[in-house]
Every structure is written in C-alpha cells, then in structure tokens.
C-alpha cells in the first residue's frame, strides 16, 4: 500500500469535514483508494460530533476520472471481506451510504466509472456547469460493478437508469440534473461556496434531528447488500475478457488515463 494519502481531510468544525481526493493526474481510483476510503469510512462512523462532509477533488478537471485500468488484479482479488462479508469496494459504497453524517459530493470536471458509483454513494449531489458523470462500462464490455444499476433505477427511474448505463455516454451537468442524476448545477465559480454554505448550515443542526432524518429516508429507499455483491459479481466476470481487449486497447491508444485525449470526451470514444 502507497504511504500516499489520497482523502486529504480538513475539520472545519468538530461537526463539518471536508474531504478533498487526489490521486495521479486523472484521480484514478485503484486499490489504494479502495483501502485508503475503507479507513476513512471507519473514521467518520466514530467521530462523535460529525454531522456533514463535503467530498471535492483537487483536479478541477476530474472528480473521480474511473478505476485503474491498469491495476493489480491479484492484490484486488486478494482482498479481505469489509464489515458487510462484501468484497471492500462494494463494502465501502455501501457503508459511505449509511454513515449517520450527511455526504455531498461538489462535483467539479468527470466523475465515470467507479467516480459516478462513489458519487453516487454520497447523499446529495451538486455540480459545477463542466461537470460530466457517466458509466461508460458497457462501452468496454463489462457490467458495472459499483451497483449504478440499483442506484440510478431508484434515483432516476428504470428507463433513464437504463438510458444512463446502456449508452454508456456522458451525461454533462445541466443534463444529469435534469434527469436527477445530481441535485442541481451551480454557476461558474459558484459550487464550492454554496456547498459550504449548505454544509455549514446543517453542521449547525442539532445531530441527532439530522442523523434520524437521514435514516428515516435511508428506512425507505435502502438497498440490499446482494445487489452490491451481485453487481461485483457481475464486473468481476464480464472485465477484461479477451473479446474486448482491443476496445481497451484502442482507448489507450487514444490516451486513456492521461489528462488529455480520450478521457475528455471518454463517453463519445467508447463508442468509436
């Protein structure tokens, strides 16, 4: 594991966190992210004052760019049960959802892949105006593995959730928050205020209104932990099959995975 950490933490206040991600040039996910979000998720369930936390990126391009392609399948296969018996990652997506503290997610540049998943995750959404989310995963021969399909089918109804994840295209801001993908798009230069403004004016509730609202909602919209497993399952099964080697291969090509090239414009090129 890198001695690198990717969630850099700031407590505003013993009630507001804000969480800011950064890792590599496109903020890839890999599985020191894996392992580094499953400590993370573990602190925020125990502080006892923690009432929000606000996730951002440190590259205004890319939030969450996608997982590694190019990471270790062995380590990622070798990695131990989380709390929920899942594999870590579908056990930290689904843990993240259920910490009693609100998450919002200030989505600036592209959140795909294993990026839309963990935005998903989080509580409330809203987005700057270059803002892109997508689940491009089909486009490379695989299933989504994060479970989009259960999040977005609940979020944004059968046919769009299908929409989404079968076009396997980018859905930029003012789009994803018409379909209720994100709550709302903020103007140029306007996101990391209002949702500080918004964080702090829950951060300023009483906790414990705040946590039981929140799980009240939770009490009716939860998501089976099989569905989480199920979806893995599926990723791990239909991911990196040679029938779809050189779909991969022509995007790297192209660039993937570099700040430049496909990964602007990933939901048109997966497509090509």
């Given at each position: 594991?890198?001695?690198?950490?990717q969630?850099?933490?700031?407590?505003?206040?013993?009630?507001?966190?804000?969480?800011?991600?950064?890792?590599?040039?496109?903020?890839?996910?890999?599985?020191?992210?894996?392992?580094?979000?499953?400590?993370?998720?573990?602190?925020?369930?125990q502080?006892?004052?923690l009432?929000?936390?606000?996730?951002?990126?440190?590259?205004?391009?890319?939030?969450?760019?996608?997982?590694?392609?190019?990471?270790?399948?062995?380590?990622?296969?070798?990695?131990?049960?989380?709390?929920?018996?899942?594999?870590?990652?579908?056990?930290?997506?689904?843990?993240?959802?259920?910490?009693?503290a609100?998450?919002?997610?200030?989505?600036?540049?592209?959140?795909?892949?294993?990026?839309?998943?963990?935005?998903?995750?989080?509580?409330?959404?809203?987005?700057?105006?270059r803002?892109?989310?997508?689940?491009?995963?089909?486009?490379v021969g695989?299933?989504?593995?994060?479970?989009?399909?259960?999040?977005?089918?609940?979020?944004v109804?059968?046919?769009?959730?299908l929409?989404?994840?079968?076009?396997?295209?980018?859905?930029?801001?003012?789009?994803?928050?018409e379909?209720?993908?994100v709550?709302?798009?903020?103007?140029?230069g306007?996101?990391?205020?209002?949702?500080?403004?918004?964080?702090?004016?829950?951060?300023g509730?009483?906790?414990?209104?705040v946590?039981?609202?929140?799980?009240?909602?939770?009490?009716?919209?939860?998501?089976?932990?099989?569905?989480?497993?199920?979806?893995?399952?599926?990723?791990?099964?239909?991911?990196?099959?040679?029938?779809n080697?050189?779909?991969?291969?022509?995007?790297?090509?192209?660039?993937?995975q570099q700040?430049?090239?496909?990964?602007?414009d990933?939901?048109?090129?997966?497509?090509?």
């Amino acid at each position: 594991m890198s001695d690198e950490l990717q969630f850099q933490v700031s407590e505003v206040t013993p009630s507001y966190w804000q969480v800011t991600f950064s890792n590599g040039p496109v903020n890839l996910i890999d599985v020191d992210t894996i392992e580094q979000l499953s400590a993370l998720v573990d602190r925020i369930e125990q502080a006892p004052d923690l009432t929000v936390v606000v996730f951002r990126s440190a590259n205004p391009d890319f939030f969450m760019a996608h997982f590694d392609f190019l990471a270790d399948g062995a380590r990622i296969a070798a990695m131990k049960p989380g709390p929920t018996g899942l594999h870590p990652y579908a056990d930290n997506l689904i843990r993240l959802g259920r910490v009693p503290a609100v998450t919002i997610s200030a989505i600036e540049g592209r959140a795909r892949g294993a990026g839309s998943e963990f935005v998903l995750a989080t509580d409330i959404r809203f987005a700057g105006p270059r803002a892109v989310l997508g689940q491009f995963e089909v486009g490379v021969g695989a299933v989504p593995g994060g479970n989009p399909s259960g999040r977005l089918g609940r979020l944004v109804g059968r046919g769009r959730a299908l929409e989404i994840l079968l076009g396997a295209d980018d859905f930029p801001a003012q789009l994803a928050a018409e379909y209720g993908y994100v709550n709302r798009v903020l103007p140029e230069g306007e996101l990391d205020s209002f949702v500080d403004a918004f964080a702090r004016r829950i951060a300023g509730f009483d906790k414990v209104a705040v946590a039981e609202t929140k799980a009240l909602v939770d009490g009716s919209t939860r998501i089976p932990d099989e569905e989480f497993g199920a979806a893995l399952s599926a990723y791990f099964r239909t991911a990196g099959r040679p029938e779809n080697e050189h779909r991969v291969k022509r995007l790297f090509e192209g660039g993937l995975q570099q700040p430049d090239g496909v990964e602007l414009d990933l939901g048109k090129r997966v497509a090509e």
